[in-house]
């Protein structure tokens, strides 16, 4: 097994793209990047811990390549936005692959520059690539969310825009 982590805006958003998918293992969500030890959700909310909202993805990468878990993460984000994703903004909803080995960065950076080259965007790539951070597991209540809480759920991802700005720029 293999571990990813991507921070793609609310991590509650970032879980259901890639949940019961062959190969997909375990999806938990947290927090990476910051400098605060066990930061708790309300620290990280505040945008003052360097945190970002992550998912980390335990993974079978003969059955589901890393290459594709990329392909399928471009398609969740905007990543020309550095201020936050949709409706979340603040640095803990910022864009990031963290890489957990030499391998990952070299097909992120890839995966990267052939996003900025194909034309899909008017402005610059923006998400960072970064080596893999502590990971935090975040507060019980966070994991499944959209399970735990569907309606909830629902609600917040269609009030953030993400499901449109996917529409707009995935689905041609």
């Not at 993974?59 to 290459?67: R, S």
């Not at 923006?126 to 994991?143: G, K, N, S």
Request: aromatic letters at 14%; charged letters at 30%; hydrophobic letters at 30%.
């Amino acid at each position: 097994m293999d571990k990813a982590t991507f921070a793609g805006g609310c991590f509650w958003c970032m879980v259901t793209p890639f949940d019961e998918l062959p190969g997909i293992h375990g999806i938990v969500s947290g927090y990476s990047g910051g400098t605060v030890e066990n930061p708790t959700y309300e620290q990280v909310k505040k945008g003052d811990t360097g945190h970002y909202e992550v998912v980390q993805i335990t993974f079978d990468p003969e059955l589901f390549p890393y290459e594709r878990l990329l392909e399928l993460y471009w398609q969740q984000i905007d990543p020309t936005d550095d201020g936050g994703q949709f409706h979340d903004r603040g640095s803990q909803y910022r864009t990031a692959i963290f890489y957990h080995n030499e391998k990952q960065k070299e097909l992120a950076e890839a995966s990267k520059a052939a996003l900025a080259a194909s034309g899909r965007f008017d402005k610059p790539v923006v998400t960072e690539i970064l080596e893999a951070a502590p990971f935090y597991e975040a507060e019980d209540y966070h994991q499944d969310y959209h399970r735990k809480n569907p309606k909830h759920y629902k609600e917040d991802r269609e009030k953030s825009g993400r499901d449109e700005f996917i529409q707009e720029h995935w689905t041609h």
